[in-house]
Nanobody, 126 residues
Framework: QVPLVESGGGSVQAGGSLRLSCAFS????????MGWFRKSPGQEREGVAG???????SYADSVKGRFTISRDNAKNTLILQMNALKPDDTARYYC????????????????????WGRGTQVTVSS
């Protein structure tokens, strides 16, 4: 059973918005840290955002002020609201869980996450 399932990706024009969702299991909901990372073709994976059980967050500088991460443990859902999208945001986005930290600074690097889903594609055209 895949513990993390992403949805909500798609194609938008620059300046538009998308809302990514991640459904996770009851077991996964107990993880203190959850978040998102992304992978663009030809680029290294990049940590995007993290959130802890108390709702404290961290963001990559490239998305600060445009993306918002939230989690609803009662509904077992992690959300990434993406506004003012840019072509550079084009990537496959992965929901992730279990990292040594997830707030107070930069989000975890992709290598610091223990588990992640299969991803959802986001394409932003200029």
């Amino acid at each position: 059973q895949v513990p993390l399932v992403e949805s909500g990706g798609g194609s938008v024009q620059a300046g538009g918005s998308l809302r990514l969702s991640c459904a996770f299991s009851e077991v996964t909901s107990r993880q203190y840290c959850m978040g998102w990372f992304r992978k663009s073709p030809g680029q290294e994976r990049e940590g995007v955002a993290g959130i802890d059980m108390d709702g404290r967050t961290s963001y990559a500088d490239s998305v600060k002020g445009r993306f918002t991460i939230s989690r609803d443990n009662a509904k077992n859902t992690l959300i990434l609201q993406m506004n003012a999208l840019k072509p550079d945001d084009t990537a496959r986005y992965y929901c992730a869980a279990e990292a040594p930290y997830c707030s107070g600074g930069r989000p975890p690097t992709p290598d610091e996450w223990s588990t992640w889903g299969r991803g959802t594609q986001v394409t932003v055209s200029s």
